[in-house]
Each structure stands twice: as structure tokens, then as C-alpha cells.
């Protein structure tokens, strides 16, 4: 079957990056392109703001319900960054324990908990050139240079969990598109050894 893992749990792929760096888009066009591979989930994060139509497709949450949804045990794993709260839901974990491998959008300050909790966890980093961050976020218009610039910073901090491989996203789309669904490949169908 493709996607099991051998012996058991399949993996959990998170895919991270600073803003402005292009993952919302290099992910739904993994989404699009894997869409004959039903095994392979791309999770919906359940996050504590609206929905909006510049920012990646999630369930919307407000703070009240998240809290009760955490006590409940509602989340697979869950997590607070940037005063949002983050949270993977229940049904992930059994997709996993029938070996089939999920895609998550990641966040970096939740990469370490994560490869804790899941013993098949991998990252996939995208980056990009900080000259090519800082147009991509100067043109959103949503912050001032001197955030824009403590975001190039954060960039290049190293990630606290290794990544499986870097995609670089500072040319073409769709180059970066096809490294990103063939990373996934690799890592939901690895080689045998």
C-alpha cells in the first residue's frame, strides 16, 4: 500500500517557513498535485483568527473555544505563537496509526514538541533570499520596515529541529512547487533499505 509505513506509524511532515516566503501557496499546489494520493493528508489547522483569503486555508476558532477544545483533548497537538493558538486536530493521530503520512503547515515554535510527540516527524524548510522576503513583504503593506527587518532576522535563525531537506523558493513557482511534492514523496514512500 502506498504511504504505509513499515511497521506502523506513518510520518508526519511539517513544512515551515518565515512569512512571506511562499509555503500557503507551494502547499496548496502540493495539495493539488497529490490529489490522486488520498493517503496522503494535508491537515487544517484549526487557529484562533478569521478566515481571510491571503492567508492559508485553516478552521477558524475563537480563543473561548480553543481553550475548551485543549481541555477536552480535542487536538492532537496544539500549540500558542504570535498571540494565536495553533492546534492539529484528534483525527490526525489515527491517520498516522494506520501508516498513511500527513502534511502539515508548520511552525517553528512548535518543531520541537512535535518530535517529541510524533516519533515519525520531518521537516521540510522553505526559504528565500532576504531580498527577495523583504519585497514579498513590503508589497503585503503590512508592516514597517523595521518589521520587516526583525522578520529577515528570525529567518535565519536555525530551526530547532533539522530539517530533511531545504527548498529554496527566491525563482520560479513551479520549480519550487515540484521540490516541495517531490520531498513529500520521498518522505511518505521512503526507499527501502
Known amino acids: ?43 487544517r ?19 473561548e473555544a480553543f481553550d475548551e477544545a485543549e481541555r477536552a483533548g480535542t487536538f492532537a497537538y496544539c500549540w500558542r505563537a504570535h498571540g494565536l493558538g495553533y492546534g492539529l486536530p484528534a ?10 503520512p500527513a502534511v502539515i503547515n508548520g511552525s517553528r515554535k512548535a518543531l520541537a514538541g512535535m518530535k517529541e510527540r510524533f516519533p515519525t516527524f520531518a521537516v521540510i524548510q522553505i526559504t528565500a533570499a532576504p531580498e527577495v522576503l523583504a519585497a514579498r513583504l513590503a508589497a503585503r503593506g503590512r508592516e514597517s520596515a523595521d518589521e520587516i527587518a526583525a522578520r529577515i ?15 529554496d523558493n527566491s525563482g520560479e513557482l513551479d520549480e519550487a512547487a515540484e521540490a516541495l511534492v517531490a520531498a513529500i514523496l520521498e518522505l511518505a514512500d521512503p526507499a527501502p533499505r
Do not use: N, W, Y
Request: proline content about 8%; some cysteine; aromatic content about 2%.
Open 45 to 63: 489547522r484549526s487557529i484562533t483568527r478569521p478566515a481571510s483569503v491571503d492567508a492559508e486555508e485553516h478552521v477558524p476558532i475563537t480563543a
Open 91 to 100: 483525527s490526525l493521530s489515527d491517520h498516522l496509526a494506520r501508516g498513511h
Open 1 to 43: 500500500m502506498q504511504g504505509a509505513a513499515s511497521g506502523g506509524q506513518g510520518p508526519l511532515i511539517a513544512v515551515v517557513g518565515p512569512s512571506g516566503v511562499g509555503k500557503d501557496t507551494l502547499l496548496s499546489r502540493a495539495r493539488a498535485a497529490l490529489s490522486d494520493r488520498p493517503d496522503v493528508l494535508f491537515v
Open 153 to 167: 532576522a528570525r529567518a535565519k535563525e536555525q530551526l530547532p529541529v533539522a530539517p530533511a531537506c531545504t527548498i
